[in-house]
């Protein structure tokens, strides 16, 4: 059964730092990797997409690795600012045909 | 192009009733599913359809069933609703979902409080 675990559950950091937040997965058969964001009380917006023939992706200040054999993700925030304070989820693509998520890591980005 | 809409936002039922959620995906997509958000457990999958078939279900009784139409529009039905059942809803739909494992568009939510 696939297993997805997020480090640290949440993280605080000052404005302009640049911060790195943790996904890990069980299983490594998988399809793909997202990572989304959710602010509170909304719904999930999709950050990053990896195939798992990737190894990262890049979207802005926003950098996804995916290291498949060793069953880990990091999504890469630089230059952090108060407007990505949120929750990150990852979530993984399996043999499940299903997306199992993990519980998140609220960050909050202090001005 | 419009989003993923939920509908309706917020509902407040007590134990015993039964509850209805709908969810109009984007524009050309084809495949819709369900998620269940609580504090404790975080995210779940329900369940997901695709032309109006249910292609997978997740470990959910069988008080959770849901429904898809020719238009793809979604909707979800709770019977005898349990106090756990208190949670934010989630629909999410892709292009194709299953085997193509598509990008994953997220709606509001629909927050459900169980009385």
């Known amino acids: 059964k696939q297993e997805v675990t997020q480090i640290p559950a949440a993280l605080s950091v000052p404005e302009g730092e640049n911060l790195v937040l943790n996904c890990s997965f069980t299983d490594s058969a998988i399809y793909n990797l997202q990572w989304f964001r959710q602010d509170p009380g909304k719904g999930l917006t999709s950050l990053l997409l990896i195939q798992s023939s990737q190894r990262e992706q890049t979207s802005g200040r926003l950098n996804a690795s995916l290291d498949k054999s060793s069953g880990r993700s990091t999504l890469y925030i630089a230059a952090s600012q108060p407007g990505d304070s949120a929750t990150y989820l990852c979530?993984?693509?399996?043999?499940?045909?299903?997306?199992?998520f993990g519980k998140g890591t609220k960050l909050t980005v202090n001005p | 192009k419009a989003g993923v809409t939920q509908t309706p936002r917020y509902l407040i039922k007590t134990r015993g009733q039964q509850v209805t959620l709908s969810c109009s995906p984007i524009?050309?997509?084809?495949?819709v599913s369900w998620y269940q958000q609580t504090p404790g457990q975080g995210l779940q999958f329900l369940f997901e359809y695709f032309s109006e078939t249910q292609r997978n279900k997740g470990n959910f009784p069988g008080r959770f069933s849901g429904r898809q139409f020719s238009n793809s529009r979604s909707e979800m039905n709770v019977s005898t609703l349990e106090l756990g059942d208190s949670a934010l809803y989630l629909c999410?739909?892709?292009?194709?979902?299953?085997?193509?494992?598509?990008?994953?568009?997220f709606g509001a939510g629909t927050r459900l409080s169980v009385l």
């Open positions: 999410a739909s892709s292009t194709s979902g299953g085997n193509a494992k598509n990008i994953q568009y």
């Open positions: 979530a993984v693509w399996g043999g499940s045909e299903k997306l199992v």
């Open positions: 524009s050309g997509h084809r495949s």
